[in-house]
């Protein structure tokens, strides 16, 4: 049996951008693909509960409700994932990222975006 001996290096990690992150924070990342799937679980089990929704056992339900309830469960937790790597330096005193050096979807809001300011 051929065996090349070459160890491959693991697939790289993208972060939310498409960008592969630093080796470091390639676990982090990984995580978050992970619950990522959870909350794309939960949007099937919400399109599951949409289909039944003109079934007599589901008319006492407020189903509209429950979708929107679905939906913000599925945001709050996709909010609070790690969306990018911060743009802090190794060893600065970061406020946006507190050392993590990754930041949420709301705190990437928060870094410079070089280009976006000459529109
Ligand atoms: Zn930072």
Not at 41 to 47: G, S
Not at 61 to 71: G, Q, T
Not at 81 to 92: E, G, H, I, T, V
Not at 102 to 111: M, P
Request: charged share 25%; proline share 6%; net charge positive.
């Amino acid at each position: 049996m051929a065996h090349s001996g070459v160890q491959h290096e693991p697939r790289p990690t993208h972060d939310a951008t498409g960008v592969i992150v630093p080796l470091r924070l390639r676990e982090i990342f990984r995580g978050r693909n992970r619950v990522f799937k959870i909350v794309e679980e939960l949007e099937v089990v919400q399109h599951n509960l949409h289909a039944l929704k003109d079934m007599e056992y589901c008319s006492q339900m407020n189903m509209a409700e429950v979708l929107r309830d679905f939906k913000r469960l599925r945001l709050r937790i996709a909010q609070g994932l790690p969306f990018s790597p911060c743009q802090c330096r190794a060893n600065a005193v970061c406020e946006i990222c507190k050392g993590r050096k990754w930041v949420n979807a709301t705190q990437y809001l928060l870094l410079p975006h070089p280009g976006l300011g000459a529109m």
